[in-house]
């Protein structure tokens, strides 16, 4: 059970919970219907999700198995065998269209682009430099959409935005971490290839730079200044600037190799940021009156 678990990745499902998002930036999360349907939109993108790193650790198992990190991989270890995991795939993609269709042809439509698009993105995408980052920060953007379309809410383009750069910032610090394994002998996926290490610096200052500026202008719009109803909402640009400065920290200085959900999921200082965050824009959202 434990390298099924491993296959499917059980630990990157906190990167779904974009899916509560529209819902719960647009006041309404304490909607009951509404936040049961997300809950299963949530579900739905884990199944899908999962299908999809068992496609793509099958495309990539022979460098996997050269990789210090990802040998240990169930496909790349030996330990489940190929016939197995395509089974599993093909049942968690056929579970995650028909429950997607029952709860919302909007959310089925989302669901597939994501399953084709990520199947050319594990097949050939993923060598191209630059394309290859943009079709994951466009994978958290559907899943706002997804979150959005069952919970009738319409995304703001400041969310969109914000979502999509955040995730390109997290998309190229994951290809610096291979890059720094390369740079020290160790052998990493082919996808690295058109990525240097002044590259990925220059580019991550400039999207930390922009992400930051993007969240500013957010949070002095006066549509969110109405909707929030208080000027509190200045504090969250600390914890966001903070966090953002974490994690650079963490790769430039410290020159970590985890990849981000392992750095948000084992950094105190970063799961404090959030965490924070999350309290105050609740607050502003539901207990300011």
């Not at 290859?132 to 319409?154: E, H, K, P």
């Not at 291979?178 to 996926?189: I, K, T």
């Not at 580019?203 to 993007?214: D, E, K, N, Y």
């Amino acid at each position: 059970m434990k390298n099924y678990l491993q296959l499917i990745r059980v630990e990157q499902y906190v990167k779904n919970l974009f899916v509560f998002a529209p819902l719960f930036f647009s006041g309404a999360f304490l909607e009951r219907e509404k936040t049961i349907i997300v809950i299963f939109t949530f579900l739905c993108f884990c199944i899908t999700a999962s299908s999809i790193y068992i496609l793509n650790d099958y495309f990539d198992v022979r460098q996997d198995k050269l990789h210090p990190e990802k040998s240990k991989r169930p496909l790349a270890s030996g330990k489940i065998t190929t016939k197995k995991a395509f089974l599993l795939m093909f049942i968690l993609m056929f579970i995650s269209l028909g429950s997607s269709y029952l709860i919302s042809l909007e959310l089925f439509k989302v669901i597939l682009f994501y399953i084709i698009m990520n199947i050319l993105y594990s097949k050939w995408f993923k060598h191209i430099a630059i394309l290859d980052i943009n079709i994951i920060a466009l994978g958290f953007v559907l899943r706002l959409f997804a979150g959005a379309a069952v919970s009738n809410v319409i995304p703001s383009v400041w969310i969109l935005l914000i979502t999509y750069l955040l995730a390109l910032f997290l998309a190229i610090a994951k290809r610096r971490t291979d890059v720094v394994l390369a740079q020290n002998g160790q052998q990493v996926r082919k996808n690295i290839e058109g990525y240097n290490l002044i590259f990925i610096d220059i580019t991550l200052g400039i999207l930390a730079s922009v992400l930051i500026v993007c969240y500013i202008f957010y949070c002095i719009a006066p549509e969110n200044q109405i909707h929030y109803k208080s000027k509190l909402l200045y504090v969250s640009i600390i914890l966001v600037m903070n966090g953002i400065f974490r994690y650079l920290k963490l790769s430039l200085v410290d020159q970590s190799t985890y990849s981000p959900t392992k750095i948000v999921l084992n950094d105190t200082f970063i799961q404090f940021t959030i965490l924070s965050w999350s309290l105050l824009m609740g607050y502003l959202l539901y207990f300011n009156h």
